[in-house]
């Protein structure tokens, strides 16, 4: 592994890792030689991060030259850290990563007081009801999203009819006990609202409908709001 790509995954362990650190820890969690990561430590220190602390000790990232400075007022962190906590709970894996990521970088990045706020915040979130785990197919659904690429699927709708769609993605919805893509369905020729665990032999098609996404979900809303005129039907559920 390049030394740069190396020191990029040791700030990252920093940001993720409960501080201080020893040495050990890091080692381990860097897959390198404690002398290694000693190096490493100080190649850090000379490009500008504040490291503190000393073998047998533990070490401290207090301030980290990769990102820039941030800053938030107390509600605003404890907003953040909510937030960032019910999408670890309700993502997939890789958003549940993501989450944790996030929070890192931007702790990383506050002053150290309203870092004290962000690890020690007063709001919380727990769910005695945990959702259903994510299906293996909502990591494609939203890369699709993004790329406004078609879905080809198969679908099972409330009567147990199975059909084959060929779909616009336009967003995933996280309900209370599911997950709920909005998308405009070709088959159909309308909006439609599609239960992710009824969807099975999900796959991107080779067509896009670039670049309509935005537009689209904004009629979509605007239908779900009742607001395009006297009279508008609401899309119907799949």
């Not at 199975?162 to 995933?172: A, C, F, I, N």
Request: aromatic share 8%.
């Amino acid at each position: 592994m390049a030394k740069s790509d190396r020191l990029f995954r040791l700030l990252t362990a920093f940001r993720l890792l409960p501080q201080p650190i020893t040495a050990a820890r890091l080692a381990q969690e860097m897959n390198v030689s404690e002398r290694t990561l000693y190096r490493d430590i100080e190649s850090l220190r000379v490009g500008g991060a504040l490291i503190d602390g000393a073998a047998g000790v533990g070490y401290r990232l207090t301030e980290d030259p990769a990102l820039p400075p941030q800053m938030f007022t107390r509600l605003e962190v404890e907003a953040l850290v909510l937030g960032l906590a019910e999408v670890r709970q309700a993502g997939d894996p890789a958003l549940a990563k993501a989450a944790e990521m996030a929070m890192a970088k931007i702790t990383a990045t506050l002053p150290e007081r309203v870092q004290r706020q962000a690890i020690h915040a007063v709001s919380q979130t727990y769910r005695f009801e945990k959702r259903p785990a994510a299906p293996a197919h909502l990591g494609l659904i939203r890369e699709c999203c993004w790329e406004e690429r078609m879905l080809d699927m198969s679908y099972t709708d409330a009567t147990g009819e199975v059909s084959l769609r060929r779909v616009w993605p336009l967003s995933v919805v996280f309900l209370d006990h599911m997950l709920m893509l909005l998308a405009y369905c070709t088959l159909r020729q309308d909006f439609r609202k599609f239960m992710l665990h009824r969807m099975q032999d999900v796959t991107a098609a080779e067509s896009y409908f670039r670049p309509r996404r935005v537009p689209l979900l904004r009629e979509f809303h605007a239908q779900l709001r009742g607001q395009t005129g006297s009279g508008a039907r609401k899309p119907a559920q799949s």
